[in-house]
Nanobody, 124 residues
Framework: QVHLVESGGGLVQPGGSLRLSCIVS????????GGWYRQAPGKQRELVAT???????NYADSVKGRFTIIRNNPDKTMYLQMNSLKPEDTAVYYC??????????????????WGQGTQVTVSS
């Protein structure tokens, strides 16, 4: 079983910063691509940022220049550094990862996992 646990959310004033963490643990061989998504009340979940195993990043236009996605492969951890936060960034943030796991047959497969989410509220 593989688990993703997010932390680092909270209440911050506009213009402030937060750093979200996502720790991947369990029976996995390695971490493939990963990313951060968010869901605001009454809206669909949307992509915030992704990062490949080769460290290529992709960002939603709304966060470019303000957010940075980071990964630490040895620690199987991903981060989302969020600067210059705006009220419209308020949402539950979820981490997502494609994880290579062993199968009982001795082969491997890639599965996608989600964390439970962490609340980010930007308000004065």
């Amino acid at each position: 079983q593989v688990h993703l646990v997010e932390s680092g959310g909270g209440l911050v004033q506009p213009g402030g910063s937060l750093r979200l963490s996502c720790i991947v643990s369990g029976s996995l061989i390695s971490l493939n691509a990963g990313g951060w998504y968010r869901q605001a009340p009454g809206k669909q979940r949307e992509l915030v940022a992704t990062i490949t195993s080769g460290y290529t990043t992709n960002y939603a236009d709304s966060v470019k220049g303000r957010f940075t996605i980071i990964r630490n492969n040895p620690d199987k951890t991903m981060y989302l550094q969020m600067n210059s936060l705006k009220p419209e960034d308020t949402a539950v943030y979820y981490c997502n990862a494609d994880v290579i796991v062993p199968k009982s047959s001795g082969l491997v497969e890639t599965n996608t996992y989600w964390g439970q989410g962490t609340q980010v509220t930007v308000s004065s």
